[in-house]
């Protein structure tokens, strides 16, 4: 039995390069530069659970070759972070049941809206997830496998996204700002993945300089950077980092 995590996707909204093929600061040649939009996978002896659905997830998973979802935890609705969502339909029908979604009341509540089909009966289609609001920690199970995580609140440009812990791995691919009352989930660390869009200050996103001073605050044995922009050319932020503080890249993966 084994224990990874696998950064799926590290690229912002619109990934990198962009549908017009504008590479910003990367450099085309190197592959750690193509990045798709955020998404994350726990292995936990077995038990498969993935961290949002973003709209590259099929490739995603055949690059990946995970063949099962148990669960999804959702850090918030954005269309980056969710809309692959129906992409989950052929797990459903392989396992004959509906798989199980975790995220907050507000995040529920706002997939349901926009992926309507995906938790009620519509036009002949049958709902293939079952919603699980989540307040503070809670508990993923799979037989006598099971995995347990905390939640906590972050502030995301105008709404809350959810932040993560588990196993002390901390995952937090869209944030501006951590309520100081919530450092006491992230002390200890072995990981911490955190959002990093720009150079520059964003109203809803951790700049390079922001994420840093996080990282540096927080002290964990490792620092991976995500929700990176064009902005960012893989070896030229590797280069400018300490060696506790990497660049995320597609398919980066560690065991814990």
Known sequence: MSKTFTILGCGSSLGSPWITEHWGNCNKNDIKNVRTRCSAHINYNGLSILIDTSPDIKQQFKKNKIKNVDAVIYTHEHSDQASGIFEL???????????????????????????????????????????????????????????????????????????YVFEKICYISDCNNIDKKNYKHLKGLRYLIIDCLRIK????????????????????KKTILTNLHVDFDYKTLKKMMPSNIIPAYDGLKFNF
């Not at 200050?201 to 964990?220: G, M, Q, R, T, W």
């Open 89 to 163: 339909r052929p797990f459903t029908w392989i396992n004959k049941k509906k798989i199980p979604v975790y995220g907050s009341q507000r995040t529920i509540n706002e997939l349901k809206k926009k992926y309507t089909f995906c938790f009620f009966p519509k036009s002949g289609y049958l709902p293939i997830l079952k919603p699980n609001i989540i307040k503070n920690n809670f508990r993923i199970t799979k037989k006598n496998n099971s995995i347990y995580i905390k939640s906590f609140d972050v502030d995301h440009g105008m709404i809350k996204a959810t932040g």
């Open 201 to 220: 200050k964003h109203p809803s996103h951790f700049n390079l300089d922001e994420a840093v001073k996080i990282s540096n605050f927080l002290n964990p």
